[in-house]
């Protein structure tokens, strides 16, 4: 879909990334306030985005722990720990390799081969589903849960700081706002994928 009909060439790329896009966002109904909120809101989720895919914050919680953790076994302990407890998911289920794959978004060879390297770390163990003796569960050791609080401890120390001077007003309307971008992205995402 191209939102504009100039060519993307030298003289259109060095005007800038938002230019016409107020026009663009008027003629769709927007006003040039909220043209202009949203223009913003596009370069501080660009700054935002390169300090995740840089792993900055990620970097900063793994130095706090105890235990040294790469990041795809940090991403494996984690997940695991959100399928237990049904965070961020419709419901709590016992982890499976299956779950953990799909958590973290890599093949289950993959995710099998991270769980192999936290049980041997003691930070994961292997148990038998409730339902069903022939399957196999994964669950957090105590060595795993003490390292799941440091991270807690820490995420939530930096949290503090950064939501510091905020107002309680504020810190309500970010909240809200935020997680009704990320589900209405999701919802779009879906919507695409369904189009085929």
Same mark, same amino acid.
């Given at each position: 879909m191209r939102l504009f009909s100039e060519p993307l060439d030298e003289k259109t790329v060095?005007?800038?990334p938002h230019d016409g896009l107020i026009d663009w966002l008027g003629d769709r109904g927007y006003s040039v306030a909220s043209a202009e909120a949203m223009m913003e809101f596009d370069i501080a989720y660009f700054q935002w985005f390169r300090i995740v895919m840089r792993g900055e914050?990620? $970097?900063l919680l793994l130095r706090a722990l105890d235990e040294p953790l790469d990041p795809a076994s940090f991403h494996g302990l984690t997940s695991v720990a959100r399928i237990a407890t049904g965070l961020g998911r419709p419901a709590p289920e016992e982890p499976t390799i299956g779950l953990v794959a799909d958590e973290m978004c890599v093949d289950p060879s993959r995710a099998s081969r991270i769980v192999a390297d936290l049980v041997a770390r003691d930070l994961l163990?292997?148990?038998v589903a409730?339902? $069903?003796a022939r399957k196999s569960i994964l669950r957090l050791t105590p060595k795993g849960i003490e390292t799941m609080h440091k991270f807690r401890d820490t995420?939530?120390?930096m949290l503090a700081q950064v939501f510091d001077g905020w107002t309680e007003a504020?810190?309500?309307a970010f909240s809200t706002l935020f997680r009704r971008y990320?589900?209405?992205i999701g919802d779009f995402i879906a919507r695409d994928r369904a189009k085929g």
């Open positions: 060095s005007r800038g914050v990620r $970097d163990e292997r148990g409730k339902e $069903d995420k939530w120390t504020e810190i309500e990320a589900l209405s």
